[in-house]
């Protein structure tokens, strides 16, 4: 049984594909024959930014979910064509915008210049596709709107800050997907098409056989995550806390300055950043997984990581919080930290298989895919479908 105090405290082309299970022309038509019977297959246009690998060797939100929709959707039978850094790994049709993730490029000091050369690389290939789905923010909205093949936007940050209210007064037509419900709420007037939540692979991550013994952070280090209230949290619990996060060159003096004193503290263990291989045991150690995030977080891909190994999540009423965690399901929604160790003595009440459970008919890959699949014959229906003839065999 968990204990806590709750007591209020004083205080070019660079080609690179996976291998092809499929190794004969015949079975792969045969494939999409069976895939699509019902629908044309279409050729998708995936445009990544070019920060990360896709996907990305450790820590990477956006690249990491466009990778796991541009796999679904070639496994799904379609033509998908990934504009990305060279350094990335697909079953896709690869277009290297850059040799290598510009996260690892110290030679590259504007990235932007690379991103606008994207942006009009893809506008001269647009023919080539029925529908182009962008990653980017707003970098296509001025161009794409002025060419005739469909396109969208999922918008992957934060939609709150004052200057984001000009953009899509100006740009009210564009279509963009939000990733959450509550993602919409600061720019309303925006041309909201759909919310599609992330999701990720089935069998990326699962339930280990371990007994949790320990409080978990997962992610990355900065002001709004607010690693120290999970220190706190834990510390108010006697319960041990392991951090397993990143620290972007923007967040080091937020670290040097409020985290390491902190992380000094008896009970604390930080591990560093971690990629999947490890992420199954790390969660599944846990008796939940903290996020006493302060920001409207726009989706967290960290809860349905713990999630998918049957881990509880705490986490602070913020953005997207209430629509991806079930209170009282699969983890408690809390408001500050007396609450949230309170959260931790009542995970007893909850199931780790009914949590596993929930991850599966809610946030894996395949389901994110239908989604924008759906969205995509909905938009190209509404305008011109070039049809792609798949052969008899």
């Given at each position: 049984?968990?204990?806590?105090?709750?007591?209020?405290?004083?205080?070019?082309?660079?080609?690179?594909?996976?291998?092809?299970?499929?190794?004969?022309?015949?079975?792969?038509?045969?494939?999409?024959?069976?895939?699509?019977?019902?629908?044309?297959?279409?050729?998708?246009?995936?445009?990544?930014?070019?920060?990360?690998?896709?996907?990305?060797?450790?820590?990477?939100?956006?690249?990491?979910?466009?990778?796991?929709?541009?796999?679904?959707?070639?496994?799904?039978?379609?033509?998908?064509?990934?504009?990305?850094?060279?350094?990335?790994?697909?079953t896709a049709r690869l277009e290297a915008m850059w040799p290598r993730a510009l996260r690892l490029d110290?030679?590259?000091?504007?990235?932007?210049?690379?991103?606008?050369?994207?942006?009009?690389?893809?506008?001269?290939?647009?023919?080539?596709?029925?529908?182009?789905?962008?990653?980017?923010?707003?970098?296509?909205?001025?161009?794409?709107?002025?060419?005739?093949?469909?396109?969208?936007?999922?918008?992957?940050?934060?939609?709150?800050?004052?200057?984001?209210?000009?953009?899509?007064?100006?740009?009210?037509?564009?279509?963009?997907?939000?990733?959450?419900?509550?993602?919409?709420?600061?720019?309303?007037?925006?041309?909201?098409?759909?919310?599609?939540?992330?999701?990720?692979?089935?069998?990326?991550?699962?339930?280990?056989?371990?007994?949790?013994?320990?409080?978990?952070?997962?992610?990355?280090?900065?002001?709004?995550?607010?690693?120290?209230?999970?220190?706190?949290?834990?510390?108010r619990c006697g319960i041990p806390l392991k951090v397993a996060a990143k620290i972007d060159r923007a967040?080091?003096?937020?670290?040097?300055?409020?985290?390491?004193?902190?992380?000094?503290?008896?009970?604390?263990?930080?591990?560093?950043?971690?990629?999947?291989?490890?992420?199954?045991?790390?969660?599944?150690?846990?008796?939940?997984?903290?996020?006493?995030?302060?920001?409207?977080?726009?989706?967290?891909?960290?809860?349905?990581?713990?999630?998918?190994?049957?881990?509880?999540?705490?986490?602070?009423?913020?953005?997207?919080?209430?629509?991806?965690?079930?209170?009282?399901?699969?983890?408690?929604?809390?408001?500050?930290?007396?609450?949230?160790?309170?959260?931790?003595?009542?995970?007893?009440?909850?199931?780790?298989?009914?949590?596993?459970?929930r991850f599966e008919e809610r946030f894996t890959a395949r389901r994110m895919a239908e989604r924008y699949?759906?969205?995509?014959?909905?938009?190209?229906?509404?305008?011109?479908?070039?049809?792609?003839?798949?052969?008899?065999?």
């Open positions: 049984m968990l204990h806590c105090d709750t007591r209020p405290a004083f205080r070019s082309r660079f080609l690179r594909r996976r291998p092809d299970p499929i190794q004969s022309d015949s079975h792969r038509l045969a494939v999409n024959l069976t895939v699509t019977k019902g629908f044309r297959f279409m050729k998708i246009a995936q445009i990544a930014p070019l920060t990360e690998a896709v996907p990305p060797t450790l820590y990477g939100g956006t690249e990491r979910v466009v990778s796991w929709i541009t796999e679904e959707l070639v496994a799904m039978g379609h033509d998908v064509t990934l504009f990305a850094s060279g350094d990335s790994v697909t110290g030679t590259v000091r504007d990235p932007n210049a690379l991103h606008m050369a994207m942006v009009e690389h893809v506008y001269r290939r647009a023919g080539d596709f029925d529908i182009m789905h962008f990653h980017m923010d707003y970098y296509p909205f001025s161009l794409m709107s002025r060419q005739p093949t469909p396109f969208v936007t999922t918008l992957h940050g934060r939609l709150d800050l004052p200057e984001h209210q000009p953009l899509f007064n100006t740009f009210s037509s564009i279509p963009v997907v939000s990733i959450s419900d509550a993602q919409r709420r600061p720019v309303p007037n925006a041309n909201w098409v759909e919310t599609v939540h992330h999701g990720l692979p089935a069998d990326l991550l699962r339930p280990t056989a371990v007994a949790p013994s320990y409080l978990a952070f997962l992610g990355r280090i900065s002001p709004e995550k607010r690693l120290d209230r999970a220190i706190r949290i834990a510390q967040d080091e003096d937020h670290f040097e300055e409020q985290i390491r004193p902190l992380i000094g503290s008896p009970g604390v263990e930080f591990i560093g950043e971690i990629g999947d291989a490890q992420k199954s045991d790390f969660l599944s150690g846990a008796h939940a997984l903290l996020v006493p995030i302060d920001w409207p977080e726009p989706f967290g891909l960290v809860m349905i990581e713990a999630m998918a190994c049957g881990t509880p999540v705490i986490a602070y009423n913020r953005g997207s919080v209430p629509e991806v965690i079930e209170n009282g399901v699969t983890g408690f929604v809390v408001e500050d930290e007396i609450s949230a160790a309170g959260a931790v003595r009542d995970l007893r009440t909850l199931s780790r298989e009914t949590i596993r459970e699949l759906t969205l995509y014959r909905r938009m190209v229906d509404g305008g011109r479908m070039r049809p792609h003839l798949v052969s008899a065999i």
